[in-house]
């Protein structure tokens, strides 16, 4: 699932490649992917506008846009979620060669299907932006309410981190994947940044000491940044040993699986043993 460094390269790609073109044409006939609202309603809302400025919070992404013309008020904001794997494709002015951001491009034995663009907006130059998502599980929606969700994880600063992560006495790991409490930390980053920190995912927060807060705010800031120079969560130092027989590649003792918060983890069985 796309995280908060894959969501940033789409947003990013908006940023350089959408911005400024005019609207001509909405395809938002996915009842799916577009609801609550009906066909229609999103090409009456956008066409004939631009889209001005492309934002993140979380793996959340919006998009202003511009007054249509003879007005004076901006346009709603454009709301858009990758869901478990989608991408943002856009074409240039004319059309060529697209650009995509998003989740990790996988090798796909089928041909792709333009039934798999599941929202686009076509812009007066020739170009377009698209939403693929094969699996049909993204959402489009205007002005997306973002107040449910919590600081961005690459923004939180480490008073606000420590604050959210030590109360209460969830699983660590829970802490980090709701949403309403730290934006953007998926599956994969929470036990990146856990194994980095040595912490034991299933770790009450409650019992966490300050210094404990410390290194797993260090730690997920790292991971991030290393997520978003090499590609995705996916690329992270101990992602590769999530499996069966896996051993940990800091001090080679085999990885545990297990579910906490609902959610398959792995974890190093001597550096993050839960304490007895």
Same mark, same amino acid.
């Given at each position: 699932?796309?995280?908060?460094?894959?969501?940033?390269?789409?947003?990013?790609?908006?940023?350089?490649?959408?911005?400024?073109?005019?609207?001509?044409?909405?395809?938002?006939?996915?009842?799916?992917?577009?609801?609550?609202?009906?066909?229609?309603?999103?090409?009456?809302?956008?066409?004939?506008?631009?889209?001005?400025?492309?934002?993140?919070?979380?793996?959340?992404?919006?998009?202003?846009?511009?007054?249509?013309?003879?007005?004076?008020?901006?346009?709603?904001?454009?709301?858009?979620?990758?869901?478990?794997?989608?991408?943002?494709?856009?074409?240039?002015?004319?059309?060529?060669?697209?650009?995509?951001?998003?989740?990790?491009?996988?090798?796909?034995?089928? %041909?792709?299907? $333009?039934?798999?663009?599941?929202?686009?907006?076509?812009? #007066? =130059?020739?170009?377009?932006? @698209? *939403?693929?998502?094969?699996?049909?599980?993204?959402?489009?929606?205007?002005?997306?309410?973002?107040?449910?969700?919590?600081?961005?994880?690459?923004?939180?600063?480490?008073?606000?981190?420590?604050?959210?992560?030590?109360?209460?006495?969830?699983?660590?790991?829970?802490?980090?994947?709701?949403?309403?409490?730290?934006?953007?930390?998926?599956?994969?980053?929470?036990?990146?940044?856990?194994?980095?920190?040595?912490? %034991?995912?299933? $770790?009450?927060?409650?019992?966490?000491?300050?210094?404990? #807060? =410390?290194?797993?705010?260090? @730690? *997920?800031?790292?991971?991030?940044?290393?997520?978003?120079?090499?590609?995705?969560?996916?690329?992270?130092?101990?992602?590769?040993?999530?499996?069966?027989?896996?051993?940990?590649?800091?001090?080679?003792?085999?990885?545990?699986?297990?579910?906490?918060?609902?959610?398959?983890?792995?974890?190093?069985?001597?550096?993050?043993?839960?304490?007895?």
């Amino acid at each position: 699932m796309p995280e908060l460094p894959e969501v940033e390269t789409a947003r990013r790609l908006i940023a350089d490649q959408a911005l400024h073109r005019r609207i001509t044409g909405v395809d938002d006939t996915d009842t799916f992917v577009c609801r609550p609202h009906s066909p229609g309603q999103l090409r009456d809302a956008l066409a004939g506008r631009t889209l001005t400025a492309a934002h993140r919070r979380g793996k959340t992404m919006w998009c202003e846009t511009s007054p249509v013309r003879g007005s004076a008020a901006p346009g709603p904001d454009l709301g858009i979620h990758l869901g478990m794997s989608g991408r943002i494709v856009v074409t240039p002015p004319g059309g060529g060669q697209p650009a995509e951001g998003g989740g990790p491009r996988r090798r796909d034995a089928q %041909p792709r299907k $333009a039934a798999w663009n599941r929202f686009t907006l076509d812009f #007066a =130059d020739g170009g377009s932006l @698209a *939403l693929f998502d094969k699996r049909r599980l993204g959402r489009v929606r205007l002005d997306p309410d973002i107040d449910a969700l919590g600081p961005d994880a690459a923004e939180v600063t480490p008073a606000e981190f420590r604050t959210l992560i030590s109360s209460g006495t969830t699983a660590v790991k829970a802490r980090l994947l709701n949403q309403s409490k730290i934006a953007g930390v998926g599956n994969l980053l929470a036990d990146e940044a856990l194994w980095q920190a040595k912490v %034991p995912p299933q $770790a009450r927060t409650g019992s966490l000491r300050r210094q404990d #807060a =410390d290194r797993l705010y260090r @730690a *997920l800031q790292s991971a991030l940044t290393s997520a978003a120079a090499r590609g995705g969560a996916h690329t992270g130092a101990v992602i590769a040993a999530r499996h069966p027989g896996g051993t940990c590649p800091r001090c080679g003792a085999e990885m545990v699986h297990g579910v906490v918060g609902g959610r398959s983890t792995w974890w190093c069985s001597r550096e993050q043993a839960a304490a007895p």
